[in-house]
């Protein structure tokens, strides 16, 4: 079922993003995201609309203009100026492949086409549907959230805090993770027209999934290999960044994911879904190896 999922993203993404002229561009957006990313963001928005009995076919635009926003942070967060991280996904990152320019533009353009995407495919969507998916997307990519997210993630390398520490944690959570798995399922209950209590009751989830998932990537960080997590590990600490490891050590950290998890649990078993319990199970699973 997951595997389907994938496949379909996928072939998706390879139709909506064909290699055209000028060359370069279209090739550098595609090698990132062609990589083998684990496409959490676009299953997450397509399993959303599936529980709410939509027809997955209809958000698949979406959904893809979802990995898409996701991959160009991906490509920007590697850049020397950034994270400067030389791989990703397992392999080189995008400007070790295509050089610094092109990697910015590729972002800049996978940033752009997204939305184009959405507007272009969702051939079933009113445009009432689609003026509040784009709104959701551009609050979730700019200043009130990734770009946001980000910036507040840099100076708190530098250790420039403008609230205390623990406020400052909960931002770079919540708008450089949560905010994208915020947007996956959104989007899925504007597409099935879902009620304001369900939105809501799966946002909450969204929202602790997103935290979780972002405690789980620090933590791997710490206790993870490169060939585990396909990039460079042991970073964070290097560039004395503040996480919730870093903050409160590994073990405490470990704790309050497999915390999260647990709500994240509670909000979204009564829906029934195999591929959400799978994610849910595979970070239990691998944090308990570990205690
Ligand atoms: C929107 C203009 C604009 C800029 C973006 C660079 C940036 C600002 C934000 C960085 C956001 C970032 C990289 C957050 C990290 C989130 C995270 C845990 C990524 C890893 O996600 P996975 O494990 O990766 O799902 P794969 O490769 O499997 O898709």
Same mark, same amino acid.
């Given at each position: 079922?997951?595997?389907?999922? +994938?496949?379909?993203? *996928?072939?998706?993404?390879?139709?909506?993003?064909?290699? @055209?002229?000028?060359?370069? +561009?279209?090739?550098?957006?595609?090698?990132?995201?062609?990589?083998? =990313?684990?496409?959490?963001?676009?299953?997450?928005?397509?399993?959303?609309?599936?529980?709410? =009995?939509?027809?997955?076919?209809?958000?698949?635009?979406?959904?893809?203009?979802?990995?898409?926003?996701?991959?160009?942070?991906?490509? &920007?967060?590697?850049?020397?100026?950034?994270?400067?991280?030389?791989?990703?996904?397992?392999?080189?990152?995008? &400007?070790?492949? #295509?050089?610094?320019?092109?990697?910015?533009?590729? !972002?800049?353009?996978?940033?752009?086409?997204?939305?184009?995407?959405?507007?272009?495919?969702?051939?079933?969507?009113?445009?009432?549907?689609?003026?509040?998916?784009?709104?959701? #997307?551009?609050?979730?990519?700019?200043?009130?959230?990734?770009?946001?997210?980000?910036?507040?993630?840099?100076?708190?390398?530098?250790?420039?805090?403008?609230? *205390? @520490?623990?406020?400052?944690?909960?931002?770079? &959570?919540?708008?450089?993770?949560?905010?994208?798995?915020?947007?996956?399922?959104?989007?899925?209950?504007?597409?099935?027209?879902? *009620?304001?209590?369900?939105?809501?009751?799966?946002?909450?989830?969204?929202?602790?999934?997103?935290?979780?998932?972002?405690?789980?990537?620090?933590?791997?960080?710490?206790?993870?290999?490169?060939?585990?997590? !396909?990039?460079?590990?042991?970073?964070?600490?290097?560039?004395?960044?503040?996480?919730?490891?870093?903050?409160?050590?590994?073990?405490?950290?470990?704790?309050?994911?497999?915390?999260?998890?647990?709500?994240?649990?509670?909000?979204?078993?009564?829906?029934?879904?195999?591929?959400?319990?799978?994610?849910?199970?595979?970070?239990?699973?691998?944090?308990?190896?570990?205690?």
């Amino acid at each position: 079922m997951m595997e389907e999922l +994938i496949n379909l993203v *996928n072939k998706k993404l390879d139709e909506y993003l064909e290699i @055209k002229y000028p060359k370069t +561009i279209f090739e550098s957006m595609k090698y990132t995201l062609s990589l083998k =990313g684990k496409r959490l963001r676009p299953i997450m928005c397509l399993e959303t609309l599936r529980m709410l =009995g939509g027809k997955i076919e209809t958000a698949l635009p979406t959904a893809c203009a979802i990995e898409m926003l996701h991959v160009q942070s991906l490509i &920007h967060d590697d850049l020397p100026c950034m994270d400067n991280d030389d791989y990703r996904r397992g392999q080189l990152s995008n &400007h070790k492949v #295509y050089g610094e320019a092109a990697a910015v533009l590729a !972002g800049d353009a996978l940033l752009t086409y997204a939305p184009q995407t959405i507007i272009e495919k969702s051939t079933d969507l009113t445009s009432e549907q689609i003026l509040k998916i784009i709104h959701e #997307y551009t609050k979730a990519a700019g200043v009130y959230g990734l770009i946001g997210g980000q910036i507040v993630d840099i100076e708190s390398e530098k250790q420039q805090f403008e609230k *205390n @520490k623990e406020e400052t944690l909960a931002y770079i &959570h919540i708008h450089k993770t949560a905010v994208l798995f915020r947007l996956a399922i959104k989007t899925a209950c504007i597409i099935a027209n879902a *009620n304001d209590d369900t939105t809501l009751e799966l946002d909450g989830f969204a929202l602790k999934f997103g935290e979780a998932f972002q405690i789980y990537d620090d933590i791997m960080d710490e206790i993870s290999t490169f060939e585990e997590m !396909g990039k460079t590990i042991g970073k964070d600490k290097q560039a004395k960044k503040l996480t919730y490891t870093s903050l409160y050590g590994v073990e405490k950290a470990i704790n309050k994911c497999l915390v999260l998890i647990k709500e994240c649990h509670d909000i979204i078993d009564k829906y029934g879904s195999e591929i959400f319990n799978e994610f849910l199970g595979k970070i239990e699973k691998r944090l308990n190896t570990r205690k």
